[in-house]
């Protein structure tokens, strides 16, 4: 499995930004499609965005399509997650994710490797 460590998270005020990393370790990074997940307090973790593992497919989730950007660099092994247009709702823990050969799933169970979350905290 592939290691994988979030960072950038933070408290933003309603309308900012922030760019979440997910730096990957352990294998073959290019070999796996990423995902980016989120949970919010007592609610169920849910899909955000994905990229496959060519970089070519990218998803979102309806409610950041638009704001959010999933990005990748195979040379540093990290995955990002761009978040502008911040809203309260967008508060949660966010969690990278990795399948091997993934083309940009939106399950969780897809996924084979996790990490341990990084904080968003959007105020209003």
């Known amino acids: 499995q592939v290691q994988l460590v979030e960072s950038g998270g933070g408290l933003v005020q309603t309308g900012g930004s922030l760019r979440l990393f997910c730096a990957a370790s352990?294998?073959?990074?290019?070999?796996?499609?990423m995902g980016w997940f989120r949970q919010a307090p007592g609610k169920e973790r849910e899909f955000v965005a994905a990229i496959s593992w060519r970089g070519v497919t990218t998803r979102y989730t309806d409610s950041v399509k638009g704001r959010f950007t999933i990005s990748r660099d195979n040379a540093k092994n990290t995955v990002y997650l761009q978040m502008n247009s911040l809203k309260p709702e967008d508060t949660a823990i966010y969690y990278c994710a990795a399948k091997s050969w993934g083309l940009g799933q939106e399950t969780a169970a897809a996924y084979d490797s996790w990490g341990q979350g990084t904080q968003v905290t959007v105020s209003s």
């Open positions: 352990g294998r073959t990074f290019s070999n796996y499609g």
